[in-house]
């Protein structure tokens, strides 16, 4: 009860202060209102920031309008509370009328999202969160994603570790919640697609760092190669414990990229040599990424990652959109085929769009050398997630 | 399961359960002894992670950042009381709850700011670096020994000072009646403050000491916290010796659950405290044990 009380009066505190912080300037001119619900405090502030500085940075270089429409920003922090979800997307479709609403990290937060635009017809586009509903049972006409899905990356881990690695057994570690699932999930598809054979899975509630029980049941088990989906804090710490159990040396540890994206620092010298595979590398040999590098680093005085990329291809598909519809906001139908069909020039290679709205892109494989993802090669090209459930044609 | 794999997951029990102890030992002072309702005990433990990894890029000897964080700690610990908690003893735990959760987002808040959000990993000791085989192909690090033979000194330099000392005397009589204790002439209110200090030193020093092991991250002081209270209710409020029992139990009952009811794992720690309740409400042990 006490709890519910201070919730609420900061919660109030919260509506209060968003409420005065943001203008409503209406004009007559037409544009566009584009919707940011995005994390900016807690643990994914960095990222929800990224992705905002990407989306502008590709509407700066067309001049700051789109199909020439000019660009208004709304901003809701959605501090990657489900909970929250609902009302704050609401407040931005209800209260803002935004047309376009851009979210979010959290993979909860963007099912929440989803929904309310499922309800109320709203365009959304998801330029992070993997969760495979989002694209599967729950996919719609006017819900797009600019990232990836959990099943690419992991799916295209499990085809490397046994084809070009040759390992015929593996563990699968994750703590136990849907992204963990569908990330060790993939990978055990694609791995037994190619004879390997997935021994166990092993999980931990979410979010408990407590690995030695499972390093010792890794050591026990013997498998040729272990697979793990943990990002932020706790691939930091399972990649250092994994090292320190003395496991590094004689059984290979994969992962997807965010094993060791933005955590390398933390990592050292216990994830140096490690593979994953990710749709965006470090040392990429595409010219539209090193253009992309250079003018993210001038505008924002920061280097961009693969967050920065994703926010950016949001915008590019937004852009896609109006042009197929000629700037007419109202043409909705237009603006929707024109997604589905764009083809994104991509800093991380082009991709075109899926029946179920999920980019068809290139998986790499990258190795991890000092405080780099260094691009290896290709792991898999085109690849497409199944959208399972989904009945989008 | 063989032999040598049950003994080595027993092994991390005791470690982690020890890791535990020394986490929720602070808090036994602060919500058992003192009957303070203490929601920034987490946070203590976060400030003295983020210590750790600040002191160690300054002076690069982990022996010497432990030294001047203890220092810190105890100082920090003194000020907050002074400052804050003195006025919270008379008050309904309602005030208490309000005030420590405001500590919360301040702490989280300056961490961000004076620091950021990234992760970040401490250094183990060169003299602590290294690991020991064990079982057939896997390695122990010594720097998890080291820690759970410092977690374990501590444990019986507090049950020693609580149960035999005049000072633990005092404590003891004052967490039962406290103008009693004031009437024979001792300055209790010092006395407390200085206990409250020793509490969040003990908190700010298990994350200092953790933080090679565990990396330093936003957030890390709220999943400490909820099983340091688990840790006080099933040892019985105010009782050493309880937290001991109960830090080990729930180190034993985590690790074995994680390797034989993967599905269960987040549940069997309350699932036990619930039971541990039904059977003994005061829980394990009494106040002042």
Known sequence: ?393 | MDLTTFLIQCLNSVQYGLLLFLVASGLTLIFGIMGVINLAHGSFYMIGAYLAYTLASYTGNFALSLLIGIVLSVLFGYLLEWGFFSFLYEREHLLQVLMTFGLILVFEELRSILVDDDVHGVPVPSWLEGSIPIGNNMTYPIYRLFMSGVCLAIAVAMYYLIRKTRIGMMVRAGATNREMVQSLGINISLLYRFVFAGGVALAIFAGMIASPVSSVYPGMGNSVLILSFVVVVIGGIGSVKGALVAALLIGFVETFGIVFWQQAAGALVYVLMAAILLWKPEGLFKQGT
């Open chain 1, 1 to 393: 009860m006490n709890k519910s009380i201070t919730t609420r009066a900061l919660s109030l505190i919260g509506a209060t202060a968003l409420a005065l912080g943001i203008s409503t300037g209406a004009a007559a001119q037409e544009k566009v209102k584009v919707g940011f619900m995005l994390p900016y405090s807690g643990t994914y502030a960095a990222l929800g920031n990224n992705i905002e500085e990407g989306f502008r940075l590709y509407v700066e270089e067309q001049g700051g309008k789109l199909e020439g429409l000019d660009i208004e920003y709304f901003k809701v922090d959605d501090e990657s509370d489900p909970s929250k979800a609902p009302d704050n997307a609401n407040r931005l479709i209800k209260r803002d009328q935004v047309d376009v609403l851009v979210g979010t990290v959290h993979s909860g937060v963007a099912m929440g999202m989803a929904k309310v635009a499922r309800d109320t017809n709203t365009l959304l586009i998801i330029p992070n969160a993997g969760a495979g509903a989002i694209t599967g049972p729950l996919c719609a006409p006017n819900i797009f994603r600019s990232s990836f899905s959990n099943w690419q990356p992991a799916y295209a881990m499990g085809l490397v570790a046994a084809e070009k690695f040759g390992h015929k057994t593996a563990v699968t570690v994750s703590w136990s919640y849907a992204a963990g699932d569908e990330s060790t999930g993939g990978f055990k598809e694609g791995f037994e697609s190619k004879g390997g054979k997935v021994l166990k899975h092993l999980s931990l509630p979410f979010p408990n760092v407590e690995f030695q029980p499972i390093l010792t049941e890794i050591a026990n088990l013997k498998p040729d190669a272990v697979y793990v989906f943990f990002a932020g804090g706790g691939a930091v710490k399972w990649v250092l414990d994994y090292a320190a159990a003395g496991l590094k040396d004689s059984i290979p540890l994969y992962g997807p990229g965010f094993l060791t994206d933005g955590t390398l620092e933390g990592q050292g010298k216990a994830a140096e040599g490690l593979y994953t595979t990710l749709h965006y590398a470090d040392d990429l040999d595409i010219e539209k990424d090193r253009q992309f590098r250079a003018a993210y680093e001038k505008r924002f005085n920061h280097a961009p990652d693969v967050y920065s990329v994703q926010g950016y291809d949001a915008a590019q598909l937004l852009h896609a959109g109006l042009k197929a519809a000629k700037g007419e906001l109202k043409n909705r139908d237009a603006i929707i085929k024109g997604m589905r069909a764009a083809t994104i020039d991509s800093p991380r290679g082009t991709f075109t769009m899926s029946r179920a709205h999920d980019p068809i892109q290139d998986m790499y494989l990258r190795r991890v050398e000092g405080n780099l993802n260094k691009f290896v090669e290709v792991a898999v090209k085109s690849l497409e997630d199944p959208a399972r459930g989904c009945r989008m044609k």
